[in-house]
């Protein structure tokens, strides 16, 4: 793939350069907003809404001047279907132990979307391309997933304080989620250019968010009990 430089990788940088991407192209928040809503669609619900997500993926990736792997669409899809299946049984394997590990493998799997579309790789791979370029920096995701969470509390005030007809509340609500889709993916493709190794990584072996304890053997933790 031909990466162009997203960030520097820091918290305010990520939100910075999700922002603008958001702004500057205002259909991704339509696309959001199909996204969320696709999410409450009985049975096929949560696959459409993976399918939205790997379309924004793709825009936002161009707009970053990334060019995908040549791959069809139907093997990308399929893909991407695939790799959200492996990322919710590891994640719920991981929950099992208690929230904190579910947690932790559930941000290493955070990069699995763009690591497919962008670069062609299984649902396997992708996921261990997450796993790669997330080490050592947990943390640092959690903040700039924990910023953007923050975008549905105007949302969440209007619906406490002001009186509201139910369809207002209801189409507020659907908005604000769309923006908070939109925005998390485009975030997750910034930060899986700004991840890619032979960047400048900030933090050591000793960060705080990591430990001595990988993955692999927190599920063999799990696997033995």
């Known amino acids: 793939m031909s990466q162009a430089t997203a ?3 820091s918290v305010r940088a990520i939100l910075s350069r999700t922002g603008r991407l958001v702004g500057e192209n205002p259909l991704t928040l339509g696309l959001g907003v199909v996204g969320a809503v696709a999410l409450f669609v009985p049975y096929v619900g949560p696959f459409l809404t993976v399918l939205v997500g790997g379309v924004l993926v793709e825009v ?6 990334i060019t995908s792997r040549d791959r069809s669409v139907l093997v990308r899809a399929i893909s ?11 994640v719920a394997l991981g929950t099992l132990l208690v929230i904190v590990p579910g947690i932790y493998v559930a ?24 796993a790669s370029r997330m080490r050592g920096k947990r943390i640092r995701v ?3 997933f924990g910023g953007l969470s923050l975008l549905v509390v ?3 005030l209007v619906h406490i304080a002001v009186t509201l007809p139910s369809a207002a509340v209801a189409a507020l609500f659907v908005f604000v989620c769309g923006v908070v889709y939109s925005s998390g ?23 705080a968010d990591e430990s001595d304890i990988g993955e692999g053997r927190l599920l063999g933790l799990l696997w033995h009990h």
């Open 107 to 130: 941000l290493g799997s955070a990069l699995t979307w763009p690591a497919i579309v962008v670069d062609s790789k299984g649902p396997l791979d992708a996921r261990s391309e997450s």
């Open 185 to 207: 993916t485009a975030a997750v493709v910034v930060m899986y250019v700004s991840f890619a190794p032979g960047k400048a990584r900030s933090g050591g072996r000793g960060a």
């Open 154 to 156: 105007p949302a969440a």
């Open 142 to 144: 959690l903040a700039v």
């Open 7 to 9: 960030s520097d990788g």
């Open 60 to 65: 936002f990736a161009r707009d970053l001047g």
């Open 80 to 90: 991407l279907l695939l790799g959200s299946a492996v990322v919710a049984v590891i």
